[in-house]
């Protein structure tokens, strides 16, 4: 079933379109990865799935309940960390967990059991300070565990790496791998090796549109573009070998770097031999020979750009 | 009901962690304290100075001039201070983002809006409760008391128009951005009253008449009927106020 669906989903501010019909389905205890460049509509997309915004047109289900503009009733099947969560500084992380409880209508016992089970899960079990002094991954990580606190059926961060240092990032990931356990994850990013570690699908948004959804291994393999890094013994000879390979009809482009030579090609394990067989006639000393592994990166500048 | 409880109880800790209770109660103890002691010292204080030969004929200080001082002491000073504490109520929290979190976890917009005006109204009772007591129990220490009349129901017309601020400063922040745009728009609709307070025909429906007539209901040159118009207009907007922050809150966006 579907936890999440989205349909014919249009927003714009003014004259400016942000949001063109967008449709998409995330089915339950998946992980999907919202992905699109700054300004392509992820935050208005998620702010319209929490009712903050009025789409123009289109509807949005969660749980198969309709979201209606305002104060909705599908916000308490929804866990939501905003980008940068921002919370009472004067307060300590069990007090506004405490509060968190309160207005979903947790009993204190509730609560409490959840909070301790959370905050040692975020590893803020020991942190008793106000929330005041957090440097940002304690607030993101703050920032999950209210999200799950009330046991959310869809769990949706709003670009929750963006902002931390590399141990931050990996923290945080580390969080959502086991959160995904318990529920449905959507996050949104522009950090593709973020989603390629733990989502199973992804939509690619790029001007208000969906242009590329689906399982990652299917979309790596689909918008296959393999790349061959050749490194030779006699770099001398690199320029004359680069214009006889791209005489090869499936040779897309060769060009030389720094690090050697880059061939793009459509298959690299069928058309691979021919390469290896020209390189033998020709008699070129070869350092390295590597089929590089294709990247979400490489999709997603390819579909975006 | 219980999203308002909880989020007006977490308004009280704001208050208090935040020193504006410490603050609001302090300043208004010594506004309680100073009034009558100022009016009991000052004639005391002129006779002192040298006047190079000018003569002053101060008549003696009773406890119609500690009131005075009471009652200027709120509408100004006491005033500046409740803008000052009160004035980004609302304003903080939508730039800062912190109400994203609660209102994605369900907290009904209005809700935050009764919450914010119930804290505020129980703070300034409080502090007007505490300066009044403070102030009475100086001024009858020091002058003389049996011919002040209708003490009560002036405090209670100050204690509205106070009410009625803070329905305008919850208001003028709901209906404009950044940190200060509340604290604006409530010093420019006061000063809008303030120039309509000058045409008598239009005093009676003014909210500023509550707080520029206290004096004289002590002195019985009012009488509390002479008031019931300008407290059922006050009454009516303040109902307004909260009302229409409501219906703009709601579609706000976030």
Known sequence: MAVLELKNLEKSFGKLGVIKNLSFAVEEHSVFGFIGK?????????????????????????????????????????????????????????????????????????????????????????????????????????????????????????????????????EILDILSIARERTTIVFSTHILSDVERIADSIGVINDGKLILEGPVQNIKNMRRKDTIQLVLGNPEMAKELVTKIKEFPFVLEGVIEKEGIFIKLTNAEEFGKEIMALLIREDIPVLRYEILEPSLENVFLEVVG | MRGYLAFTNKEFVEQIRTYRFLILLSVFFIFGLMSPLLAKLLPEILSGMDLQGMVIVIPEATAMDAYAQFFKNITQMGIIVILLIFGGVISNELTKGTLINILAKGLGRQMVILAKYTSMLVLWTLALVLASLVNQGYTMLLFDTSNISNLLFSIFCLWLFGAFLLSLIILSSVLTGGNFGGLILTVVVLGGLLILDLFPKLEKINPIYLSSHNLEFLTGLLKPSDAYLPVMVTVLLLTGNILSSIFLFSSKKL
């Open chain 1, 38 to 170: 700054n300004g392509a509509g992820k935050t208005t997309t998620m702010k319209m799935i929490l009712g903050f915004l009025q789409p123009d047109a289109g509807e949005i289900y969660v749980n198969g309940e309709r979201v209606v503009y305002e104060n909705t009733k599908t916000n308490r099947h929804i866990g939501y960390l905003p980008d940068v969560p921002e919370f009472y500084g004067y307060m300590s992380p069990k007090e506004y967990l405490r509060l968190c409880g309160d207005i979903t209508g947790l009993t204190r016992d509730v609560t409490y059991a959840r909070s301790v089970e959370l905050l040692s899960m975020v590893g803020l079990e020991n942190t008793n300070r106000r929330i005041r002094g957090f440097s940002r991954g304690m607030k993101q990580r703050l920032g999950i565990a209210q999200a799950l606190l009330n046991e959310p059926r869809l769990l949706i961060c709003d670009e929750p790496t963006s902002a931390l240092d590399p141990i931050g990032r990996k």
